[in-house]
Nanobody, 121 residues
Framework: QVQLVESGGGLVQAGGSLRLSCAAS????????IGWFRQAPGKSREGVTC????????YYADAVKGRFTISRDNAKNMVYLQMSSLKPENTAIYYC??????????????WGQGTQVTVAS
């Protein structure tokens, strides 16, 4: 059974940090580009960052550049999102998603269930 499970969300004060994890089962992340998406209340889901398979190139939305870092550990079938200098506007449900192939097109084949991140001012 293909599954992506996020963890690490929670409540944090503005300026704080959180590390989200995404565990894959039922398939190997090695062959997938992995993205983190988020959906804030009343807004559409948006792509935040992505890491390609193979060479591990990373891409970031302008709003999070320099504050968020995506990484992957193929041996553990895990992907991480380190978030620093968090702002209240970063409050959202964060989803990891897997897209078959090497490149990031933000068109995933599989989605996790999401983890809530709340940043208090």
């Amino acid at each position: 059974q293909v599954q992506l499970v996020e963890s690490g969300g929670g409540l944090v004060q503005a300026g704080g940090s959180l590390r989200l994890s995404c565990a894959a089962s039922g398939f190997s992340l090695e062959y997938y580009a992995i993205g983190w998406f988020r959906q804030a209340p009343g807004k559409s889901r948006e792509g935040v960052t992505c890491i390609s398979s193979g060479d591990g190139r990373t891409y970031y939305a302008d709003a999070v550049k320099g504050r968020f870092t995506i990484s992957r550990d193929n041996a553990k079938n895990m992907v991480y999102l380190q978030m620093s200098s968090l702002k209240p506007e970063n409050t959202a449900i964060y989803y990891c998603a897997a897209e078959y192939g090497s490149e990031c097109h933000y068109a995933p084949n599989y989605w996790g269930q999401g983890t809530q991140v709340t940043v208090a001012s």
